[in-house]
């Protein structure tokens, strides 16, 4: 299971199609900010997600705060976090990794770069081998 935190529908959208072409079984739960995306995590009691995919620029708490949170809590910090975000600053790269982030993927125009992308992956590929 994978978590989409991001406040564009489109962007959320394209990344589940691409996740479900690259995995027929996966399966996908969504949070329009990095402030609901904490209260569902924290609230519930079942599985927690294999990978959760983080936009940066949300309103009410941005990417970079959420990543922050996530990694403070002991039940969620060790949940693989995938930096999804416009944003190709290296800058911006840098410091998201180093709060934490596994990895940093760029939105794609194209659904075939993003597939490829996300099956080059070492990170999804024991939740796609399902």
């Not at 935190?5 to 959320?12: A, G, K, M, S, T």
């Not at 924290?42 to 995919?53: G, M, R, V």
């Not at 990794?97 to 070492?122: H, P, V």
Request: net charge negative; hydrophobic share 40%; proline share 4%.
């Amino acid at each position: 299971m994978y978590y989409v935190v991001d406040d564009d529908v489109d962007d959320r959208q394209f990344l589940i199609e691409a996740l479900a072409e690259i995995d027929m079984s996966a399966q996908c739960l969504t949070a329009c900010n990095g402030q609901e995306a904490i209260a569902f995590l924290n609230l519930t009691d079942s599985s927690k997600p294999d990978a959760i995919f983080l936009d940066l620029n949300m309103p009410r708490m941005n990417g970079k705060q959420c990543l922050a949170e996530l990694k403070k809590s002991p039940a969620l910090k060790n949940i693989p976090v995938i930096i999804y975000s416009t944003s190709s600053d290296e800058q911006e790269m840098a410091e998201t990794l180093k709060l934490g982030a596994a990895y940093f993927l760029t939105k794609k125009i194209r659904f075939g770069d993003l597939c490829t992308e996300l099956l080059s992956m070492n990170l999804l590929s024991p939740a796609m081998s399902r």
